[in-house]
């Protein structure tokens, strides 16, 4: 869009943070404005519901670190990846597994 209609006259000679915010704003509160939900969605505040997911900025598009839906993590990175190490799952404690044996744990793969 920069090459159609020119620099911004907000913005600095080297960058076009303006444009992205505009663009940033077209697709997230402008919408919630003009269905009348803005005070509800729409930007990321406190009170607000948010959907949001957060990556490593080196792995940005592929590989998120962490989904939290509703205030709440959704999924998350846990254990390890490539299953190098004999519990590549996170390990938990279930009550239930007590009854059977003092010792027995049970991961999140049987659970």
Same mark, same amino acid.
């Given at each position: 869009?920069?090459?159609?209609?020119?620099?911004?006259?907000?913005?600095?000679?080297?960058?076009?943070?303006?444009?992205?915010?505009?663009?940033?704003?077209?697709?997230?509160?402008?919408?919630?404005?003009?269905?009348?939900?803005?005070?509800?969605?729409?930007?990321?505040?406190? &009170?607000?519901? *948010?959907?949001?997911?957060?990556?490593? @900025?080196?792995?940005?598009?592929?590989? +998120? $670190?962490? !989904?939290?839906?509703? &205030?709440?993590? *959704?999924?998350?990175?846990?254990?390890? @990846?490539?299953?190098?190490?004999?519990? +590549? $799952?996170? !390990?938990?404690?279930?009550?239930?597994?007590?009854?059977?044996?003092?010792?027995?744990?049970?991961?999140?793969?049987?659970?």
């Amino acid at each position: 869009m920069k090459l159609f209609r020119g620099p911004l006259d907000i913005d600095g000679s080297d960058n076009d943070n303006f444009r992205i915010k505009r663009y940033i704003a077209k697709y997230t509160i402008n919408p919630a404005i003009a269905n009348g939900i803005s005070q509800f969605v729409g930007s990321v505040e406190v &009170g607000k519901l *948010a959907d949001l997911v957060v990556w490593k @900025p080196s792995f940005f598009g592929a590989k +998120p $670190e962490m !989904v939290i839906k509703g &205030g709440v993590i *959704a999924w998350s990175n846990m254990g390890d @990846p490539n299953a190098s190490i004999p519990t +590549p $799952e996170p !390990v938990t404690f279930y009550i239930g597994t007590l009854f059977y044996s003092q010792f027995l744990l049970v991961t999140s793969y049987w659970a």
